[in-house]
């Protein structure tokens, strides 16, 4: 049992002689009380030590000592690991930025490890709850690529090349690689054709060109998952929920991201 106490605006318990407190605007605090009321006191030490609780999500690769991320025993800088330390901080849901990380983290370029985070914030393309992103793709009215037009990019399709055929210099501006990218970029490509959602894997960036205000980027690896129909959320993943949290928060709060990327852009025509 954790000894607690359960006022108007906090909560507070004693773990491992430590007193922690949790206050009521923490997304969390609905979610803690109720796992004390129902004496699940493994899930209440995670809501509260949240460093033990991204080790273990992470499954080891990610650790957190005085404020300091390593990944896989290595110390980490870059703008995904401040944002992780933010949401910890603020108690808002880390998992699909840890998921990210992961994902980022197995990239072999090092300008892509780097850079990636910084450049889908900037450009407004959310995180996907399963650490990958979306993005915007214009194509031609038959739906195949404007460069080459052989490649499909219906909805459904994934399409992938050999990694090392994709140029990797982010001073070239057009150049080998399947390219997407903000909707101010795809919007170029998509007169009198299509303006797809794509959804990526972290890994699979191989470079951010400089050229376009730094608005694309090229990968050896995409899926279609919808038309465009309205602006995705300005947000990353900020707004996803985390099914461990209260049922009851509110949605718009929490669920903005994942389901107007999905949702609402996805609903048929």
Not at 66 to 71: A, F, K, Q, V
């Amino acid at each position: 049992m954790i000894p607690y106490i359960l006022t108007n605006d906090s909560l507070t318990v004693i773990i491992d002689g430590k007193s922690l407190t949790m206050n009521r605007d923490n997304p969390s605090f609905r979610s803690a009380t109720k796992a004390l009321q129902d004496e699940d006191y493994d899930k209440v030490e995670q809501m509260f030590d949240i460093p033990k609780a991204v080790i273990s999500f992470a499954e080891g690769n990610v650790s957190i000592d005085n404020g300091i991320l390593t990944y896989q025993g290595e110390e980490v800088h870059n703008y995904c690991v401040d944002k992780i330390l933010q949401f910890m901080t603020n108690g808002l849901p880390f998992k699909p930025l840890v998921r990210f990380l992961d994902k980022l983290m197995s990239n072999p370029s090092r300008r892509a490890t780097h850079e990636l985070y910084n450049f889908l914030e900037h450009k407004a393309m959310p995180i996907t709850p399963d650490g990958n992103f979306l993005a915007y793709k214009g194509v031609k009215d038959d739906y195949t690529d404007w460069y080459s037009g052989k490649f499909s990019n219906k909805v459904g399709e994934t399409l992938e090349m050999v990694r090392n055929n994709v140029c990797d210099d982010a001073q070239v501006g057009c150049s080998h690689g399947f390219h997407a990218g903000s909707l101010e970029y795809a919007e170029g490509y998509g007169n009198g054709g299509h303006l797809m959602i794509v959804e990526i894997d972290p890994q699979d960036v191989v470079s951010v060109p400089n050229d376009c205000d730094c608005q694309k980027l090229r990968t050896c690896k995409y899926k279609v998952v919808d038309h465009f129909k309205t602006k995705m959320p300005d947000t990353i993943c900020d707004d996803y929920y985390d099914d461990s949290d209260d049922e009851e928060y509110d949605r718009d709060s929490f669920d903005a991201g994942y389901q107007k990327a999905y949702a609402e852009i996805s609903r048929d025509e």
